[in-house]
């Protein structure tokens, strides 16, 4: 339907009559050959397609149901920040074709996306203004690194309330992933609360295995909803990684998409 190459990567918006084993008639956003990024039902367009985002609304309106400011990583079609137009959000998008396509394609019409690198728009955020952090940012590489560091936990922390939470949306296996264990290691150095759950319908992962796993941490304690609130996801334990630090002066990472 429309193909877009930009500096990060090719963005293509497809349309299909069958998504994840589901028939309808679906528009989807989708980086490179990676997984869908975003997605519509154009005979319901106020319904939320993919289950990863009904998990995240769901974790944060139990956890906080009277939240009002949010800062997310990854625009893609602008899903959070369309359903709760109610609620502060900030947005980083590294990449301005993904905001154009959304608007273009997706029917995203807010104000809220600021591109640049994730990072260094969360260090203009206000220090303890945060109800939510939410990180939803993919390359072709999966998630950029200097997006799962220990200083980049501990700089995400400082810019939540004391009852403020982060949630992460990654891309992995849920059993044997080093990479996983890793980001979930590193997470609990900073934040002394964490859980994990994804999705074990086989529609949901990729050719590859892959599939969407949601961490949440919080310092002051984490209540999730029920599982049939979920989405479908569940709960998962992770195991212990290594610590990962930034290896680089990590504005070098703005600069390459990395």
């Known amino acids: 339907m429309s193909k877009e190459i930009s500096k990060y990567s090719v963005i293509a918006v497809y349309e299909a009559a069958q998504l994840y084993g589901e028939t309808g008639r679906f528009r989807y956003l989708q980086f490179g050959e990676d997984a869908v990024q975003g997605a519509v039902d154009l005979r319901r367009p106020d319904r939320i397609v993919l289950e990863y985002p009904r998990a995240i609304m769901a974790l944060m309106e139990h956890g906080n149901p009277s939240f009002g400011d949010v800062f997310v990583i990854g625009h893609g079609i602008g899903t959070l920040a369309s359903h709760y137009p109610e609620k502060r959000f900030v947005t980083a998008e590294i990449d301005a074709k993904v905001v154009e396509l959304s608007r273009a394609f997706f029917g995203y019409a807010g104000d809220q996306v600021i591109v640049g690198d994730g990072r260094t728009v969360l260090e203009r955020q206000v220090s303890g203004s945060l109800d939510y952090a939410v990180l939803d940012a993919f390359t072709k590489e999966g998630t950029p690194p200097h997006l799962t560091t220990l200083e980049f936990f501990t700089e995400v922390r400082e810019k939540l309330r004391p009852r403020g939470a982060f949630i992460l949306n990654l891309m992995g296996k849920p ?75 990590w504005r070098q990472a703005e600069e390459t998409g990395t």
Do not use: Q
Not at 186 to 196: D, I, K, M, S, W
Not at 203 to 212: K, P, Q
């Open 175 to 249: 059993a044997g992933d080093k990479r996983i264990g890793s980001v979930y290691t590193t997470l609990r150095e900073v934040f002394p609360y964490a859980r994990a759950f994804y999705l074990p319908d086989r529609e949901a992962a990729d050719a590859s295995g892959l599939r969407n796993i949601l961490l949440m941490a919080s310092g002051s304690g984490i209540e999730t909803p029920s599982s049939r609130n979920m989405a479908g996801f569940v709960e998962l334990e992770i195991e212990t990684g290594y610590i990962l630090r930034d290896r680089r002066p």
